[in-house]
């Protein structure tokens, strides 16, 4: 005698290998959009880091359309906020007005003034890309925009330092605009 149960199908294996089904498929659909978002967000932050460079060079060439003008920073007020434990600066170019030459600049703190225990030295060592040279610029050119920027420590104290940049013409002194961070 055959057993009843034997040939009844099994209902209960069905409904859970299309629930597996059903799962894998959301997960699918929910790791590609995952993928889809990230995505979109890494090429706009990409975007807006080019754009803020395209602004930066377009503001700098504003700066020398003036006659003479030998250095344009940006930005123009001279001054930087920053958090503590945050990074940013300012950029700076140089448009050569005499005949061909080398430059050479230098970014270094000059007054920590109302910072406990923080000396100008250690001021110094916050800077990032403040010094280096332009071999053999030629006459009339412009140095594409060159960034500097501080890297404020966490434990840096609330306080405004004074920066100098100093720019040399062939050893010889051409600028040295001072900039002012203030830590907030």
Do not use: H
């Not at 057993?3 to 799962?23: H, L, Q, Y």
């Not at 006659?67 to 503590?84: A, D, F, K, M, N």
């Not at 080398?102 to 703190?109: G, I």
């Amino acid at each position: 005698m055959m057993d009843i149960n034997f040939i009844k199908p099994k209902k209960g294996a069905m409904e859970m290998s299309v629930g597996t089904m059903v799962t894998i498929v959301l997960l699918m659909v929910v790791l590609v959009l995952g993928i889809f978002f990230v995505r979109q967000i890494f090429s706009a932050g990409t975007d807006a880091i080019y754009a803020i460079d395209a602004e930066v060079q377009s503001e700098i060439q504003k700066l020398f359309a003036e006659e003479g003008r030998e250095v344009g920073i940006y930005p123009t007020s001279r001054r930087i906020e920053l958090r503590q434990g945050d990074s940013g600066g300012f950029a700076f170019s140089i448009r050569n007005i005499a005949e061909q030459a080398t430059y050479a600049f230098e970014t270094k703190a000059t007054d920590t003034g109302d910072c406990p225990g923080i000396e100008v030295g250690d001021a110094t060592n916050w800077v990032i890309g403040g010094t280096g040279t332009v071999e053999d610029l030629a006459s009339g050119a412009i140095l594409e925009a060159r960034l500097v920027t501080f890297n404020i420590p966490e434990t840096a104290p609330l306080c405004i330092i004074e920066y100098e940049l100093t720019i040399t013409r062939d050893g010889v002194t051409r600028a040295a605009p001072n900039l002012f961070l203030t830590i907030k």
